[in-house]
């Protein structure tokens, strides 16, 4: 078994000589929109810690679906919704992956 001090796969490990090891803590990831993957703008990437201490309107953007989807793909789904509720556009017209956003 590896040593507890080895185990955590956040922290990038380089072995050296003589059985030693230079650690480096890995980069959180960018937050990405749930539907494109695009990288959200507006999100810092940092980890769980630091965000709790930030306040927060400065986590996340405060529109609608901010810090979850990307402006575009929350301004389409917008509509989605508006056309839906007035009956233009049918449920099985809507794409899956939107209707688990849409909650209808
Ligand atoms: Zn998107």
């Known amino acids: ?3 507890p001090r080895l185990r955590s796969r956040s922290v990038k490990k380089k072995f ?8 480096k803590q890995k980069k959180p990831s960018r937050a990405v929109c ?3 993957g695009a990288v959200l703008s507006g999100v810092p990437s940092r980890g769980v810690y630091e965000l709790s201490k930030l306040p927060k309107v400065k986590r ?7 810090g979850v989807l990307c402006a575009s793909c929350a301004q389409r789904l917008l ?4 056309r839906l509720k ?13 209707l688990k956003f849409l909650k209808v």
């Open 1 to 3: 078994m590896v040593a």
């Open 16 to 23: 050296v000589k003589g059985g030693r090891f230079i650690t």
């Open 34 to 36: 749930g539907l494109c």
């Open 60 to 66: 996340r953007p405060s529109r609608v679906f901010g």
């Open 79 to 82: 509509i989605e919704k508006a």
């Open 86 to 98: 007035k009956g233009v556009l049918a449920r099985d017209q809507i794409p899956v992956s939107h």
